[in-house]
Protein backbone atom coordinates (compact mmCIF):
# COMPACT_ATOMS: atom_id res chain seq x y z
CA UNK A 1 0.00 0.00 0.00
CA UNK A 2 1.58 3.24 -1.18
CA UNK A 3 1.99 6.37 1.03
CA UNK A 4 -0.55 8.26 0.09
CA UNK A 5 -3.32 5.43 0.00
CA UNK A 6 -2.50 5.18 3.47
CA UNK A 7 -2.85 8.96 4.21
CA UNK A 8 -6.63 8.74 2.79
CA UNK A 9 -7.34 5.80 4.52
CA UNK A 10 -6.17 7.55 7.66
CA UNK A 11 -8.29 10.60 6.77
CA UNK A 12 -11.28 9.13 6.32
CA UNK A 13 -11.17 6.70 9.25
CA UNK A 14 -10.47 9.72 11.36
CA UNK A 15 -13.09 11.91 10.37
CA UNK A 16 -15.85 9.11 10.77
CA UNK A 17 -14.56 8.81 14.26
CA UNK A 18 -15.20 12.26 14.94
CA UNK A 19 -18.65 12.51 13.09
CA UNK A 20 -19.88 9.04 13.51
CA UNK A 21 -22.94 8.41 16.79
CA UNK A 22 -21.03 9.22 19.69
CA UNK A 23 -21.21 5.40 20.71
CA UNK A 24 -17.90 4.94 18.86
CA UNK A 25 -15.21 6.95 20.15
CA UNK A 26 -11.58 7.01 18.68
CA UNK A 27 -8.69 7.60 21.31
CA UNK A 28 -5.37 7.64 21.81
CA UNK A 29 -4.08 6.25 25.57
CA UNK A 30 -0.23 6.45 27.21
CA UNK A 31 0.68 3.74 29.43
CA UNK A 32 1.36 6.54 31.66
CA UNK A 33 1.42 10.75 31.68
CA UNK A 34 4.47 11.02 33.25
CA UNK A 35 7.61 8.87 33.62
CA UNK A 36 10.63 8.81 36.02
CA UNK A 37 13.04 7.06 34.41
CA UNK A 38 16.95 8.00 32.99
CA UNK A 39 15.31 5.59 29.89
CA UNK A 40 12.04 6.71 29.81
CA UNK A 41 9.69 4.93 27.51
CA UNK A 42 5.91 4.79 26.91
CA UNK A 43 3.40 2.63 25.24
CA UNK A 44 0.40 4.30 23.43
CA UNK A 45 -2.82 2.10 22.48
CA UNK A 46 -5.16 3.42 19.75
CA UNK A 47 -8.46 2.09 19.23
CA UNK A 48 -12.29 3.08 18.73
CA UNK A 49 -14.62 1.46 20.64
CA UNK A 50 -18.16 1.51 22.16
CA UNK A 51 -16.66 0.91 25.84
CA UNK A 52 -14.65 4.00 26.41
CA UNK A 53 -10.94 2.64 26.77
CA UNK A 54 -12.46 -0.71 26.39
CA UNK A 55 -10.86 -2.61 23.23
CA UNK A 56 -14.13 -3.87 21.62
CA UNK A 57 -14.60 -2.64 18.07
CA UNK A 58 -11.78 -2.50 15.96
CA UNK A 59 -8.00 -0.67 16.10
CA UNK A 60 -7.06 2.74 15.30
CA UNK A 61 -4.62 3.21 12.39
CA UNK A 62 -1.52 5.00 14.16
CA UNK A 63 0.06 5.43 10.30
CA UNK A 64 0.14 9.69 11.17
CA UNK A 65 0.92 10.01 14.42
CA UNK A 66 3.56 13.13 14.97
CA UNK A 67 5.23 13.19 18.68
CA UNK A 68 6.39 16.93 19.44
CA UNK A 69 9.43 16.64 21.71
CA UNK A 70 10.02 18.85 24.56
CA UNK A 71 12.02 22.10 22.12
CA UNK A 72 8.58 22.14 19.98
CA UNK A 73 10.50 20.34 17.03
CA UNK A 74 7.73 17.73 15.19
CA UNK A 75 8.63 14.13 13.49
CA UNK A 76 6.77 11.19 12.69
CA UNK A 77 6.27 8.12 15.02
CA UNK A 78 6.83 5.12 13.52
CA UNK A 79 6.63 1.39 14.35
CA UNK A 80 3.29 1.33 15.31
CA UNK A 81 1.50 -2.24 15.50
CA UNK A 82 -1.99 -2.61 13.62
CA UNK A 83 -3.32 -5.83 16.00
CA UNK A 84 -7.19 -6.80 15.49
CA UNK A 85 -9.08 -4.78 17.80
CA UNK A 86 -6.18 -1.87 18.97
CA UNK A 87 -2.74 -0.35 17.72
CA UNK A 88 0.17 -0.13 19.74
CA UNK A 89 3.12 2.00 19.62
CA UNK A 90 5.82 2.19 21.72
CA UNK A 91 7.87 5.37 22.28
CA UNK A 92 11.02 6.82 23.71
CA UNK A 93 11.91 9.75 25.10
CA UNK A 94 14.96 11.23 24.81
CA UNK A 95 14.59 13.95 26.14
CA UNK A 96 13.52 15.18 29.61
CA UNK A 97 9.93 17.30 29.48
CA UNK A 98 6.49 16.78 28.09
CA UNK A 99 5.53 15.57 24.26
CA UNK A 100 2.90 16.11 22.34
CA UNK A 101 1.88 12.93 20.57
CA UNK A 102 -1.06 13.75 17.96
CA UNK A 103 -2.85 12.49 14.72
CA UNK A 104 -4.32 15.47 12.35
CA UNK A 105 -5.92 15.30 9.08
CA UNK A 106 -8.30 17.14 6.55
CA UNK A 107 -10.78 15.06 5.13
CA UNK A 108 -12.30 16.41 1.89
CA UNK A 109 -15.89 15.44 0.29
CA UNK A 110 -17.65 17.13 -2.53
CA UNK A 111 -18.59 16.24 -6.17
CA UNK A 112 -18.21 17.76 -9.46
CA UNK A 113 -19.64 17.90 -13.08
CA UNK A 114 -18.15 16.73 -16.34
CA UNK A 115 -19.36 16.10 -19.75
CA UNK A 116 -22.98 16.51 -17.80
CA UNK A 117 -22.24 13.78 -15.32
CA UNK A 118 -21.95 14.37 -11.68
CA UNK A 119 -19.12 12.59 -9.84
CA UNK A 120 -18.35 12.24 -5.87
CA UNK A 121 -15.05 12.40 -4.52
CA UNK A 122 -13.45 11.53 -1.04
CA UNK A 123 -9.87 12.02 0.40
CA UNK A 124 -7.65 13.93 1.42
CA UNK A 125 -6.61 17.59 -0.12
CA UNK A 126 -3.88 15.82 -1.62
CA UNK A 127 -5.40 13.08 -3.22
CA UNK A 128 -8.73 15.20 -4.03
CA UNK A 129 -7.06 17.84 -6.04
CA UNK A 130 -4.91 15.36 -8.01
CA UNK A 131 -8.61 13.36 -8.32
CA UNK A 132 -10.63 16.14 -9.76
CA UNK A 133 -10.05 16.48 -13.75
CA UNK A 134 -9.67 19.76 -15.91
CA UNK A 135 -12.78 20.76 -17.25
CA UNK A 136 -14.72 19.71 -14.28
CA UNK A 137 -17.26 22.13 -13.55
CA UNK A 138 -20.09 23.21 -10.40
CA UNK A 139 -17.36 21.88 -8.36
CA UNK A 140 -18.31 21.39 -4.36
CA UNK A 141 -16.12 20.23 -1.54
CA UNK A 142 -16.15 20.33 2.64
CA UNK A 143 -13.44 19.50 4.36
CA UNK A 144 -13.78 18.31 7.85
CA UNK A 145 -10.40 18.86 10.21
CA UNK A 146 -9.49 16.21 13.04
CA UNK A 147 -7.08 16.43 15.86
CA UNK A 148 -6.69 13.79 18.25
CA UNK A 149 -3.47 13.94 20.60
CA UNK A 150 -2.30 12.97 24.16
CA UNK A 151 0.52 14.10 26.40
CA UNK A 152 3.39 12.46 28.30
CA UNK A 153 5.94 14.20 30.34
CA UNK A 154 9.54 12.27 31.19
CA UNK A 155 10.87 13.39 34.38
CA UNK A 156 9.88 17.07 34.61
CA UNK A 157 7.35 19.38 32.92
CA UNK A 158 8.17 22.00 30.14
CA UNK A 159 6.15 23.73 27.84
CA UNK A 160 7.90 23.64 24.82
CA UNK A 161 5.49 21.03 22.73
CA UNK A 162 2.40 22.72 24.11
CA UNK A 163 2.31 25.43 21.73
CA UNK A 164 -0.72 25.82 19.31
CA UNK A 165 -0.03 25.80 15.74
CA UNK A 166 -3.01 28.21 14.97
CA UNK A 167 -4.34 25.95 12.44
CA UNK A 168 -8.00 24.19 12.98
CA UNK A 169 -9.02 23.13 16.16
CA UNK A 170 -6.69 23.32 19.20
CA UNK A 171 -6.66 22.90 22.74
CA UNK A 172 -4.32 25.33 24.62
CA UNK A 173 -3.49 23.52 28.13
CA UNK A 174 -3.37 27.06 30.45
CA UNK A 175 -2.81 24.35 33.08
CA UNK A 176 -0.20 21.84 32.33
CA UNK A 177 -1.64 18.91 30.58
CA UNK A 178 0.16 15.84 33.14
CA UNK A 179 -0.40 18.53 36.06
CA UNK A 180 -3.78 17.75 37.16
CA UNK A 181 -4.81 16.84 40.03
CA UNK A 182 -8.40 16.31 41.94
CA UNK A 183 -9.83 19.38 43.74
CA UNK A 184 -7.35 21.37 41.92
CA UNK A 185 -8.85 24.37 39.57
CA UNK A 186 -7.41 23.82 36.10
CA UNK A 187 -7.55 26.13 33.03
CA UNK A 188 -7.94 25.27 29.32
CA UNK A 189 -8.32 27.87 26.64
CA UNK A 190 -9.96 26.37 22.82
CA UNK A 191 -9.06 28.55 19.86
CA UNK A 192 -9.56 27.60 16.28
CA UNK A 193 -7.27 29.34 13.63
CA UNK A 194 -5.17 30.92 16.37
CA UNK A 195 -8.65 32.74 17.36
CA UNK A 196 -9.85 32.07 21.06
CA UNK A 197 -13.45 30.66 20.72
CA UNK A 198 -15.97 32.14 23.47
CA UNK A 199 -19.06 30.21 24.60
CA UNK A 200 -17.64 26.83 22.91
CA UNK A 201 -18.77 23.70 25.01
CA UNK A 202 -16.79 20.53 24.97
CA UNK A 203 -17.13 17.66 27.90
CA UNK A 204 -14.65 15.17 29.74
CA UNK A 205 -16.08 11.54 30.11
CA UNK A 206 -14.49 9.55 32.74
CA UNK A 207 -13.02 6.06 32.28
CA UNK A 208 -14.55 3.45 33.63
CA UNK A 209 -17.87 3.65 31.79
CA UNK A 210 -18.69 -0.41 31.72
CA UNK A 211 -18.16 -0.83 35.45
CA UNK A 212 -20.36 2.29 36.19
CA UNK A 213 -23.30 1.79 33.49
CA UNK A 214 -24.13 5.40 33.06
CA UNK A 215 -21.35 7.99 30.81
CA UNK A 216 -21.06 10.40 33.53
CA UNK A 217 -20.46 13.49 30.76
CA UNK A 218 -18.98 16.72 32.32
CA UNK A 219 -20.09 19.65 30.50
CA UNK A 220 -17.95 22.84 29.96
CA UNK A 221 -17.90 25.85 28.01
CA UNK A 222 -15.13 28.38 27.45
CA UNK A 223 -16.07 32.16 29.21
CA UNK A 224 -15.74 35.09 26.52
CA UNK A 225 -11.97 35.20 26.19
CA UNK A 226 -12.48 31.10 25.21
CA UNK A 227 -11.14 29.90 28.75
CA UNK A 228 -13.06 27.74 31.09
CA UNK A 229 -11.34 27.63 34.68
CA UNK A 230 -13.11 24.50 36.27
CA UNK A 231 -12.52 22.21 39.63
CA UNK A 232 -10.71 18.83 38.42
CA UNK A 233 -13.05 15.82 39.16
CA UNK A 234 -12.22 12.57 41.28
CA UNK A 235 -8.71 10.80 39.62
CA UNK A 236 -9.20 8.81 36.95
CA UNK A 237 -8.30 9.03 32.87
CA UNK A 238 -10.65 11.38 30.67
CA UNK A 239 -11.36 11.88 27.28
CA UNK A 240 -12.00 15.65 26.44
CA UNK A 241 -13.97 16.28 22.91
CA UNK A 242 -15.22 19.50 21.06
CA UNK A 243 -16.47 20.12 17.81
CA UNK A 244 -17.45 23.03 15.62
CA UNK A 245 -19.55 24.32 14.50
CA UNK A 246 -21.53 22.93 17.92
CA UNK A 247 -24.52 21.80 15.55
CA UNK A 248 -22.98 19.66 12.80
CA UNK A 249 -24.70 19.35 9.30
CA UNK A 250 -25.88 16.74 7.92
CA UNK A 251 -23.87 14.79 4.72
CA UNK A 252 -20.87 16.94 3.36
CA UNK A 253 -22.29 20.49 4.12
CA UNK A 254 -22.74 23.50 2.27
CA UNK A 255 -19.74 23.61 -0.53
CA UNK A 256 -16.82 25.29 1.16
CA UNK A 257 -17.99 24.23 4.87
CA UNK A 258 -15.21 23.38 6.75
CA UNK A 259 -16.39 21.16 10.22
CA UNK A 260 -13.47 20.79 13.17
CA UNK A 261 -13.19 18.53 16.14
CA UNK A 262 -10.82 17.72 18.79
CA UNK A 263 -10.48 14.79 21.25
CA UNK A 264 -7.74 14.27 23.71
CA UNK A 265 -6.87 12.09 26.79
CA UNK A 266 -5.93 13.11 29.94
CA UNK A 267 -4.89 11.59 33.71
CA UNK A 268 -6.18 13.35 36.71
CA UNK A 269 -4.25 12.16 39.67
CA UNK A 270 -5.19 12.16 43.73
CA UNK A 271 -4.04 15.61 45.48
Do not use: C
Not at 19 to 24: I, K, L, N, P, Q
Not at 25 to 37: A, H, N, Y
Not at 122 to 142: C, F, L, Y
Amino acid sequence: MNHLVKKTILSLALASVSFAASAHRGWMLPSTGFVEKEEAWVTIDGAISEGLFEFDHMPLRMDGVTVTDPDGATTPATGAVLGKVRSTLDLRLPKDGTYRIAMVSNNVMGSYKLNGEEKRFRGTEQSVAKEIPAGATDVKKSTTHTRMETFVTANKLSTGALKPSGEGLELVPVTHPNDLRAGETAKFRFQLDGKPLPNFPFSLVPAGVKFRGTINEIRLTTDAKGEASFKLPEPNRYWMSAKYPVEQPKGPGEPGSRRYAYSATFEILPE
